[in-house]
Protein backbone atom coordinates (compact mmCIF):
# COMPACT_ATOMS: atom_id res chain seq x y z
CA UNK A 1 0.00 0.00 0.00
CA UNK A 2 0.56 3.81 -0.10
CA UNK A 3 4.03 3.03 -1.73
CA UNK A 4 5.60 6.68 -2.14
CA UNK A 5 4.68 8.84 1.01
CA UNK A 6 8.15 7.47 3.27
CA UNK A 7 10.35 8.72 -0.17
CA UNK A 8 8.71 11.45 -0.39
CA UNK A 9 10.26 12.53 3.29
CA UNK A 10 13.28 11.95 1.40
CA UNK A 11 12.54 14.44 -1.42
CA UNK A 12 14.34 17.89 -1.70
CA UNK A 13 11.09 19.88 -3.34
CA UNK A 14 12.68 21.47 -6.69
CA UNK A 15 10.03 23.21 -8.10
CA UNK A 16 6.68 25.21 -6.29
CA UNK A 17 3.97 22.59 -7.15
CA UNK A 18 6.17 20.11 -4.74
CA UNK A 19 6.21 22.52 -2.06
CA UNK A 20 2.62 21.85 -1.32
CA UNK A 21 2.64 19.61 1.62
CA UNK A 22 -1.02 19.44 2.98
CA UNK A 23 -4.45 18.87 1.42
CA UNK A 24 -6.87 21.30 2.60
CA UNK A 25 -9.82 19.11 1.77
CA UNK A 26 -12.17 21.72 -0.25
CA UNK A 27 -15.28 20.23 -0.97
CA UNK A 28 -15.27 17.29 -3.10
CA UNK A 29 -17.61 18.98 -5.90
CA UNK A 30 -15.24 21.72 -8.25
CA UNK A 31 -16.58 24.69 -8.61
CA UNK A 32 -18.28 25.90 -11.66
CA UNK A 33 -15.52 27.68 -13.40
CA UNK A 34 -12.95 24.57 -12.55
CA UNK A 35 -15.75 21.80 -13.55
CA UNK A 36 -16.17 23.36 -16.66
CA UNK A 37 -12.47 23.59 -17.95
CA UNK A 38 -11.43 21.92 -20.97
CA UNK A 39 -8.84 20.27 -19.15
CA UNK A 40 -11.62 18.47 -17.05
CA UNK A 41 -14.22 18.46 -19.94
CA UNK A 42 -11.46 16.25 -22.46
CA UNK A 43 -10.72 13.83 -19.64
CA UNK A 44 -13.96 12.18 -19.96
CA UNK A 45 -14.00 12.05 -24.01
CA UNK A 46 -14.42 8.40 -24.59
CA UNK A 47 -15.27 7.40 -21.34
CA UNK A 48 -17.93 5.12 -20.27
CA UNK A 49 -18.63 5.43 -16.76
CA UNK A 50 -20.07 1.55 -16.75
CA UNK A 51 -16.92 0.20 -17.74
CA UNK A 52 -14.66 2.12 -15.02
CA UNK A 53 -13.92 0.45 -11.96
CA UNK A 54 -10.92 2.18 -9.79
CA UNK A 55 -9.13 -0.81 -9.42
CA UNK A 56 -6.86 -0.02 -6.36
CA UNK A 57 -8.54 1.82 -3.54
CA UNK A 58 -7.27 1.47 0.10
CA UNK A 59 -9.81 1.64 2.93
CA UNK A 60 -9.21 2.60 6.67
CA UNK A 61 -9.89 0.46 9.23
CA UNK A 62 -8.96 1.64 13.01
CA UNK A 63 -9.64 0.62 16.67
CA UNK A 64 -10.10 -3.18 15.91
CA UNK A 65 -14.29 -3.99 16.28
CA UNK A 66 -16.10 -7.51 15.15
CA UNK A 67 -14.51 -6.91 11.33
CA UNK A 68 -10.90 -6.70 12.77
CA UNK A 69 -9.96 -3.61 10.83
CA UNK A 70 -6.76 -1.95 12.85
CA UNK A 71 -3.62 0.23 12.25
CA UNK A 72 -0.47 -1.09 14.18
CA UNK A 73 0.84 0.37 17.28
CA UNK A 74 3.85 1.21 15.22
CA UNK A 75 2.13 3.88 13.15
CA UNK A 76 -0.15 5.52 16.04
CA UNK A 77 2.67 6.59 18.30
CA UNK A 78 4.68 9.72 18.53
CA UNK A 79 7.12 7.93 19.84
CA UNK A 80 7.66 6.30 16.13
CA UNK A 81 8.04 9.75 14.21
CA UNK A 82 8.30 8.71 11.00
CA UNK A 83 5.91 5.94 11.05
CA UNK A 84 3.49 8.16 12.82
CA UNK A 85 3.99 11.13 10.32
CA UNK A 86 2.94 8.85 8.02
CA UNK A 87 -0.46 8.10 9.36
CA UNK A 88 -1.08 11.41 9.47
CA UNK A 89 -0.36 12.16 5.87
CA UNK A 90 -2.83 9.91 5.25
CA UNK A 91 -6.05 11.16 7.60
CA UNK A 92 -4.99 14.70 5.82
CA UNK A 93 -5.01 13.04 2.46
CA UNK A 94 -8.29 11.67 3.10
CA UNK A 95 -9.28 14.61 4.97
CA UNK A 96 -10.56 12.83 8.72
CA UNK A 97 -10.47 15.53 11.08
CA UNK A 98 -9.04 14.75 15.11
CA UNK A 99 -12.65 14.56 16.37
CA UNK A 100 -14.01 12.27 13.94
CA UNK A 101 -15.01 8.74 14.40
CA UNK A 102 -12.55 8.24 11.59
CA UNK A 103 -13.55 4.68 9.19
CA UNK A 104 -16.57 6.81 8.93
CA UNK A 105 -15.42 10.17 8.19
CA UNK A 106 -13.21 8.00 6.01
CA UNK A 107 -15.96 6.69 3.82
CA UNK A 108 -18.07 9.71 3.76
CA UNK A 109 -15.17 11.53 2.18
CA UNK A 110 -14.17 8.85 -0.50
CA UNK A 111 -17.82 8.64 -1.15
CA UNK A 112 -18.03 12.57 -1.66
CA UNK A 113 -15.20 12.51 -4.09
CA UNK A 114 -16.12 9.31 -6.05
CA UNK A 115 -19.56 11.01 -6.52
CA UNK A 116 -18.28 14.29 -7.38
CA UNK A 117 -15.57 12.90 -10.06
CA UNK A 118 -17.65 10.02 -12.10
CA UNK A 119 -20.97 8.57 -11.19
CA UNK A 120 -22.04 5.40 -12.06
CA UNK A 121 -18.34 4.33 -12.15
CA UNK A 122 -17.11 2.04 -8.64
CA UNK A 123 -14.50 1.72 -7.13
CA UNK A 124 -12.19 -1.63 -5.44
CA UNK A 125 -11.73 -1.23 -2.11
CA UNK A 126 -8.96 -3.33 -0.94
CA UNK A 127 -8.76 -5.81 2.00
CA UNK A 128 -4.76 -6.18 3.16
CA UNK A 129 -3.87 -9.10 5.69
CA UNK A 130 -1.57 -9.30 8.32
CA UNK A 131 2.20 -10.80 7.96
CA UNK A 132 2.68 -13.99 8.74
CA UNK A 133 5.68 -15.76 9.52
CA UNK A 134 7.37 -19.13 8.16
CA UNK A 135 4.76 -21.48 10.21
CA UNK A 136 1.61 -19.60 8.55
CA UNK A 137 1.34 -17.50 12.59
CA UNK A 138 -0.20 -13.95 11.96
CA UNK A 139 2.38 -11.16 13.73
CA UNK A 140 0.17 -8.57 14.55
CA UNK A 141 3.13 -6.61 16.10
CA UNK A 142 5.01 -6.48 12.76
CA UNK A 143 1.92 -5.46 10.59
CA UNK A 144 2.07 -1.90 9.75
CA UNK A 145 -1.90 -2.32 9.29
CA UNK A 146 -5.04 -4.74 8.82
CA UNK A 147 -8.09 -4.30 6.48
CA UNK A 148 -9.97 -8.02 6.88
CA UNK A 149 -12.04 -9.30 4.54
CA UNK A 150 -14.75 -9.35 6.45
CA UNK A 151 -14.65 -5.42 6.66
CA UNK A 152 -14.10 -4.31 3.37
CA UNK A 153 -16.55 -6.91 2.18
CA UNK A 154 -19.18 -5.25 4.84
CA UNK A 155 -18.31 -1.79 3.49
CA UNK A 156 -19.02 -2.56 -0.29
CA UNK A 157 -22.08 -4.59 0.09
CA UNK A 158 -23.63 -1.48 1.84
CA UNK A 159 -22.88 0.41 -1.09
CA UNK A 160 -23.65 -1.44 -4.18
CA UNK A 161 -23.26 -0.07 -7.59
CA UNK A 162 -20.39 2.28 -6.36
CA UNK A 163 -17.93 -0.13 -4.50
CA UNK A 164 -16.60 -3.20 -4.80
CA UNK A 165 -13.90 -5.48 -2.66
CA UNK A 166 -10.89 -7.24 -3.17
CA UNK A 167 -10.03 -9.64 -0.71
CA UNK A 168 -6.69 -10.51 0.98
CA UNK A 169 -5.09 -14.13 1.78
CA UNK A 170 -1.40 -14.57 3.28
CA UNK A 171 -0.59 -18.12 1.26
CA UNK A 172 1.52 -18.83 3.99
CA UNK A 173 -2.02 -19.17 6.47
CA UNK A 174 -3.03 -22.92 6.96
CA UNK A 175 -6.68 -21.71 5.96
CA UNK A 176 -4.90 -20.03 3.14
CA UNK A 177 -7.30 -21.72 -0.13
CA UNK A 178 -10.33 -21.81 2.59
CA UNK A 179 -10.16 -18.00 3.01
CA UNK A 180 -10.04 -17.54 -0.83
CA UNK A 181 -12.76 -20.06 -1.62
CA UNK A 182 -15.00 -17.99 1.23
CA UNK A 183 -14.05 -14.40 -0.38
CA UNK A 184 -14.72 -15.56 -3.67
CA UNK A 185 -17.85 -16.61 -2.75
CA UNK A 186 -19.05 -13.28 -0.87
CA UNK A 187 -17.94 -11.35 -3.89
CA UNK A 188 -14.08 -11.14 -4.37
CA UNK A 189 -13.06 -9.02 -7.02
CA UNK A 190 -9.26 -9.49 -6.83
CA UNK A 191 -6.91 -10.56 -4.25
CA UNK A 192 -4.53 -7.96 -3.03
CA UNK A 193 -0.91 -7.98 -1.88
CA UNK A 194 1.82 -6.06 -0.48
CA UNK A 195 4.63 -8.81 -0.84
CA UNK A 196 7.63 -6.47 0.39
CA UNK A 197 5.59 -5.10 3.70
CA UNK A 198 3.31 -8.53 4.48
CA UNK A 199 6.29 -10.94 4.13
CA UNK A 200 5.11 -13.18 1.25
CA UNK A 201 8.22 -14.29 -1.19
CA UNK A 202 5.59 -14.94 -4.66
CA UNK A 203 8.65 -17.00 -5.67
CA UNK A 204 7.65 -19.24 -2.66
CA UNK A 205 7.02 -23.23 -3.54
CA UNK A 206 4.55 -22.38 -0.51
CA UNK A 207 2.50 -20.51 -2.41
CA UNK A 208 1.69 -23.37 -5.26
CA UNK A 209 -1.32 -24.48 -3.44
CA UNK A 210 -2.79 -20.82 -3.58
CA UNK A 211 -1.93 -20.51 -7.06
CA UNK A 212 -4.00 -23.14 -8.20
CA UNK A 213 -6.58 -22.40 -6.38
CA UNK A 214 -6.49 -18.71 -7.28
CA UNK A 215 -6.37 -20.33 -11.29
CA UNK A 216 -9.32 -22.20 -10.65
CA UNK A 217 -11.51 -19.50 -9.59
CA UNK A 218 -9.57 -17.09 -12.45
CA UNK A 219 -9.73 -13.82 -10.59
CA UNK A 220 -6.71 -11.70 -10.71
CA UNK A 221 -3.77 -11.25 -7.71
CA UNK A 222 -3.10 -7.41 -7.77
CA UNK A 223 0.12 -7.44 -6.18
CA UNK A 224 2.79 -4.85 -5.57
CA UNK A 225 5.99 -4.44 -7.59
CA UNK A 226 8.72 -2.55 -7.25
CA UNK A 227 10.19 -1.12 -4.06
CA UNK A 228 8.06 -0.03 -0.91
CA UNK A 229 8.82 2.56 1.93
CA UNK A 230 5.26 3.46 2.69
CA UNK A 231 4.90 0.58 5.38
CA UNK A 232 7.15 -0.84 6.69
CA UNK A 233 5.57 -4.41 8.13
CA UNK A 234 8.17 -7.56 7.22
CA UNK A 235 10.60 -4.95 5.01
CA UNK A 236 11.33 -7.22 2.74
CA UNK A 237 12.03 -5.38 -0.62
CA UNK A 238 13.10 -8.23 -2.83
CA UNK A 239 9.70 -9.88 -2.14
CA UNK A 240 8.70 -6.89 -4.82
CA UNK A 241 11.12 -8.15 -7.60
CA UNK A 242 8.35 -8.65 -10.48
CA UNK A 243 10.14 -11.72 -11.64
CA UNK A 244 9.36 -13.33 -8.22
CA UNK A 245 6.08 -13.34 -10.02
CA UNK A 246 6.67 -16.62 -13.17
CA UNK A 247 5.81 -18.84 -10.85
CA UNK A 248 2.15 -17.29 -10.45
CA UNK A 249 2.12 -16.88 -14.07
CA UNK A 250 3.34 -20.08 -15.19
CA UNK A 251 0.57 -21.62 -13.00
CA UNK A 252 -1.75 -19.72 -14.66
CA UNK A 253 -2.67 -17.19 -12.86
CA UNK A 254 -4.00 -13.62 -13.80
CA UNK A 255 -1.65 -11.69 -12.21
CA UNK A 256 -2.11 -7.27 -12.22
CA UNK A 257 1.52 -5.96 -11.24
CA UNK A 258 0.36 -2.91 -9.52
CA UNK A 259 2.30 0.42 -10.33
CA UNK A 260 4.34 -1.80 -13.01
CA UNK A 261 6.86 -1.94 -10.78
CA UNK A 262 7.99 1.65 -11.55
CA UNK A 263 9.77 1.99 -8.22
CA UNK A 264 13.31 0.92 -7.35
CA UNK A 265 15.34 -1.74 -9.37
CA UNK A 266 16.32 -5.55 -8.49
CA UNK A 267 18.40 -8.09 -8.92
CA UNK A 268 17.70 -10.01 -12.93
CA UNK A 269 16.72 -13.37 -11.48
CA UNK A 270 16.55 -14.98 -15.11
CA UNK A 271 20.24 -14.62 -15.01
CA UNK A 272 20.30 -15.84 -11.33
CA UNK A 273 20.53 -14.34 -8.00
CA UNK A 274 23.50 -13.06 -8.34
CA UNK A 275 22.83 -10.99 -11.43
CA UNK A 276 22.99 -7.45 -12.27
CA UNK A 277 20.08 -4.84 -10.53
CA UNK A 278 18.28 -3.48 -12.92
CA UNK A 279 15.29 -1.22 -12.58
CA UNK A 280 11.99 -2.85 -11.84
CA UNK A 281 10.39 -1.29 -14.77
CA UNK A 282 12.80 -3.13 -17.06
CA UNK A 283 12.05 -6.47 -15.35
CA UNK A 284 8.09 -5.76 -15.59
CA UNK A 285 8.60 -5.06 -19.49
CA UNK A 286 10.51 -8.06 -19.55
CA UNK A 287 7.54 -9.84 -18.73
CA UNK A 288 5.02 -8.11 -20.57
CA UNK A 289 6.95 -8.62 -23.53
CA UNK A 290 6.61 -12.75 -23.20
CA UNK A 291 4.10 -13.90 -25.63
CA UNK A 292 3.19 -16.85 -23.48
CA UNK A 293 1.93 -13.93 -20.49
CA UNK A 294 -0.25 -12.22 -22.91
CA UNK A 295 -3.46 -13.47 -22.10
CA UNK A 296 -2.51 -13.17 -17.87
CA UNK A 297 -0.27 -10.28 -17.04
CA UNK A 298 -1.44 -6.79 -16.80
CA UNK A 299 0.21 -3.70 -15.05
CA UNK A 300 -1.72 -0.53 -12.95
CA UNK A 301 -0.99 2.15 -13.77
CA UNK A 302 -1.69 3.97 -9.84
CA UNK A 303 1.32 5.75 -8.36
CA UNK A 304 3.07 6.37 -11.75
CA UNK A 305 3.00 10.38 -11.81
CA UNK A 306 4.18 10.42 -8.05
CA UNK A 307 7.75 12.48 -7.60
CA UNK A 308 10.11 9.45 -6.37
CA UNK A 309 8.64 7.54 -9.62
CA UNK A 310 11.50 8.40 -12.68
CA UNK A 311 10.46 10.01 -15.93
CA UNK A 312 12.10 6.67 -17.42
CA UNK A 313 9.52 4.57 -15.68
CA UNK A 314 6.38 6.80 -16.46
CA UNK A 315 7.70 7.20 -20.10
CA UNK A 316 8.04 4.25 -20.86
CA UNK A 317 4.67 2.39 -19.74
CA UNK A 318 3.02 5.39 -21.43
CA UNK A 319 4.98 4.92 -24.92
CA UNK A 320 4.36 1.37 -25.24
CA UNK A 321 0.62 1.89 -26.27
CA UNK A 322 0.86 -1.77 -27.72
CA UNK A 323 0.65 -2.66 -23.39
CA UNK A 324 -2.23 -0.22 -23.15
CA UNK A 325 -5.38 -3.00 -23.55
CA UNK A 326 -3.25 -4.52 -20.59
CA UNK A 327 -3.27 -1.83 -18.32
CA UNK A 328 -5.47 -0.92 -15.46
CA UNK A 329 -6.24 2.19 -13.77
CA UNK A 330 -6.18 3.09 -10.14
CA UNK A 331 -5.90 5.97 -8.24
CA UNK A 332 -3.64 4.41 -4.83
CA UNK A 333 -6.41 6.54 -2.91
CA UNK A 334 -5.35 8.36 -0.63
CA UNK A 335 -2.62 9.07 -2.14
CA UNK A 336 -3.69 11.64 -4.77
CA UNK A 337 -4.74 13.64 -1.49
CA UNK A 338 -1.17 14.26 -0.68
CA UNK A 339 0.32 17.32 -2.84
CA UNK A 340 3.87 17.04 -1.95
CA UNK A 341 4.13 13.40 -3.87
CA UNK A 342 3.12 14.89 -7.19
CA UNK A 343 5.88 17.32 -8.48
CA UNK A 344 3.54 18.86 -11.81
CA UNK A 345 5.99 21.21 -12.33
CA UNK A 346 8.82 18.53 -12.89
CA UNK A 347 6.45 16.24 -15.07
CA UNK A 348 6.00 19.74 -17.32
CA UNK A 349 9.60 20.05 -17.62
CA UNK A 350 9.93 16.66 -18.98
CA UNK A 351 7.18 17.31 -21.22
CA UNK A 352 4.38 15.23 -19.97
CA UNK A 353 2.26 18.24 -19.51
CA UNK A 354 1.60 21.59 -20.84
CA UNK A 355 2.79 24.09 -18.41
CA UNK A 356 -0.64 25.93 -18.40
CA UNK A 357 -2.22 22.60 -16.64
CA UNK A 358 -0.19 22.82 -13.70
CA UNK A 359 -2.54 25.35 -11.43
CA UNK A 360 -5.13 23.83 -13.23
CA UNK A 361 -4.75 20.40 -11.74
CA UNK A 362 -3.43 21.70 -8.36
CA UNK A 363 -6.87 23.40 -8.05
CA UNK A 364 -8.56 20.44 -8.72
CA UNK A 365 -6.62 18.38 -6.00
CA UNK A 366 -7.32 20.82 -3.13
CA UNK A 367 -10.63 19.83 -4.00
CA UNK A 368 -10.70 16.47 -5.41
CA UNK A 369 -7.92 13.93 -5.39
CA UNK A 370 -10.23 11.26 -7.05
CA UNK A 371 -10.64 14.04 -9.58
CA UNK A 372 -7.27 15.25 -9.82
CA UNK A 373 -5.81 11.03 -10.47
CA UNK A 374 -8.43 10.46 -13.52
CA UNK A 375 -7.54 14.37 -14.87
CA UNK A 376 -4.14 14.19 -14.49
CA UNK A 377 -3.60 10.67 -16.21
CA UNK A 378 -5.99 11.62 -19.33
CA UNK A 379 -4.05 14.98 -19.55
CA UNK A 380 -0.31 13.40 -19.88
CA UNK A 381 1.04 12.54 -22.73
CA UNK A 382 4.40 12.27 -24.57
CA UNK A 383 5.37 11.83 -27.88
CA UNK A 384 1.54 11.67 -29.23
CA UNK A 385 1.03 8.84 -26.40
CA UNK A 386 -1.61 9.41 -24.04
CA UNK A 387 -3.46 7.02 -21.48
CA UNK A 388 -6.76 5.53 -24.10
CA UNK A 389 -10.19 4.98 -22.16
CA UNK A 390 -9.43 1.53 -22.37
CA UNK A 391 -6.96 2.25 -19.83
CA UNK A 392 -10.08 3.24 -17.75
CA UNK A 393 -12.54 1.17 -18.70
CA UNK A 394 -11.70 -1.90 -16.49
CA UNK A 395 -14.31 -3.24 -15.51
CA UNK A 396 -13.91 -6.27 -18.52
CA UNK A 397 -10.41 -7.26 -16.13
CA UNK A 398 -12.34 -7.56 -12.97
CA UNK A 399 -15.28 -9.69 -14.34
CA UNK A 400 -14.26 -13.73 -13.94
CA UNK A 401 -13.42 -15.72 -17.76
CA UNK A 402 -16.36 -17.87 -18.29
CA UNK A 403 -14.81 -21.34 -18.01
CA UNK A 404 -14.24 -23.43 -21.02
CA UNK A 405 -14.49 -27.56 -22.12
CA UNK A 406 -11.03 -28.73 -22.35
Sequence with gaps: MLTALAASAAVVPTSASALRF??????????????????????FD????AKVV???????????????AWVGKQMLRPTNPLQYARYRFFLNASCVPSDAEPNRAYLDRLLACH????????????????????????????????????????????????????ASVHPYRQDAVEALDAAVGGGARAVKWLPNAMGIDPGS??????????????????THGGRERAVRGA??????????LRRALDHGVRVIIA??????????????????VVPNVDLFARLMDEPRYEPILMGDISALMQSNRTAAALGKVLERTEWHARLLNGSDYPLPGVPALFDLDDLAGHGFLPAPAVPVLERIQDHNPLMFDFVLKRTVGRNGA???????????HLERPVATDG
Design 22 to 43: FNPCLDATLPESLAAHELVARA
Design 46 to 49: GIDP
Design 54 to 68: DAHVHLLGLGGGPNG
Design 115 to 166: RATMPGARLMLLAFDQVHDEDGRPRPETSAFHVSNAYARAVAERHPGELEWA
Design 205 to 222: PRCDPFYEALARHRIPLL
Design 235 to 244: GIDAFGNPLR
Design 259 to 276: HCASFGAGVDLDIGPRGP
Design 386 to 396: RFAPRVFETAR
